[in-house]
């Protein structure tokens, strides 16, 4: 994108994330003042951060305003179907260990359409980071509702307000499984880029829910204002509780959140449990997987070959 002759001189100079980001589709589709770039943004931080080599991270997203996200980064990535980013993120991990796979997707993606693949890959303890962006409706269809739209929130299909009792997140993963659980909102940038950076260099299923705005659908249809509105109403109306019981993050409509770090325990991985398992039952002949770059396994039988 050429940057126009009149440009000051300070706004010139390459903005220090563009070698993460695949810039010949920038400008993004998101509208103004969504959270989802106020997400990109602390993931492409926290990658710094965690100083894990570029070649070795797999972003996978699934459909919608999220999932964008796997087209705009300069990583190897995946834009998979709808529902279905962890069963294609569960098969790079299984396929190359040695991957720090990420997901990254919206409610819709992961907790409606792609529900079941979530909560068997919490309970498998799969050594997957799962960033969830949660703007309440299916933003990028039509803004109809969904498994964590509030009761009584209006959406497209419910324009008396949903009477459905939504999911809540933190709560569903830890319940199956998940070994570190965080909920923020788009307006807690630090504590967002840090809960990122824990789960990416976490050992096993990690989940981050991060409150996004959806000025332009959810925002409009209940007349909460613009994405700055919203994130005037996080900042008045959340509660950092860390460690607190799961079971009392209930999301009400436009009522106080509770958010924080609630859970990080260590657990075998699916893949230690696999490599553990079956060298007991197999025995010497059982060699673990460690990937389609790992050197040829040493010769256990003490042969020194032909």
Request: hydrophobic share 35%; aromatic share 10%.
């Amino acid at each position: 994108m050429a940057v126009p002759e009149n440009l000051p001189s300070e706004f010139r100079e390459p903005h220090p994330h563009e070698p993460f980001l695949r810039m010949d589709r920038i400008p993004h589709i998101w509208c103004s003042t969504c959270g989802l770039g106020t997400i990109l943004n602390a993931f492409i931080t926290a990658i710094k951060q965690s100083d894990i080599p570029r070649q070795d991270i797999a972003v996978v997203s699934g459909i919608g305003c999220t999932g964008r996200t796997a087209g705009y980064v300069l990583l190897d990535s995946f834009h998979t179907t709808h529902g279905r980013a962890l069963p294609f993120a569960t098969g790079l991990k299984l396929a190359n260990p040695k991957l720090k796979v990420v997901v990254i997707s919206g409610d819709g993606d992961l907790v409606a359409i792609g529900g079941n693949h979530l909560i068997h890959a919490a309970r498998r303890n799969m050594d997957i980071t799962v960033l969830c962006a949660n703007n309440f409706n299916y933003a990028m269809t039509g803004g109809q509702y969904g498994p964590t739209t509030p009761e009584t929130a209006r959406t497209t299909t419910a324009p008396y307000g949903s009477f459905e009792h939504p999911f809540n997140i933190p709560f569903l993963v830890e319940s199956c499984g998940a070994t570190y659980v965080a909920r923020w909102t788009a307006l807690h940038v630090r504590h967002i880029t840090r809960a990122f950076a824990e789960a990416i260099t976490h050992k096993g299923f990690s989940f981050v829910e991060v409150i996004s705005p959806c000025p332009t659908v959810y925002a409009r249809r209940n007349r909460l204002g613009s994405g700055l509105d919203l994130l005037q109403f996080y900042r008045e109306n959340s509660d950092i509780k860390n460690n607190i019981d799961t079971r009392e993050c209930d999301i009400r409509f436009q009522d106080r959140m509770i958010v924080g770090k609630f859970v990080q325990k260590d657990k075998p991985t699916y893949l230690d449990m696999m490599n553990k398992y079956l060298g007991e039952a197999v025995g010497r002949e059982f060699v673990p997987y460690a990937g389609p770059m790992s050197p040829e396994p040493e010769d256990k039988g003490g042969s020194s070959g032909a």
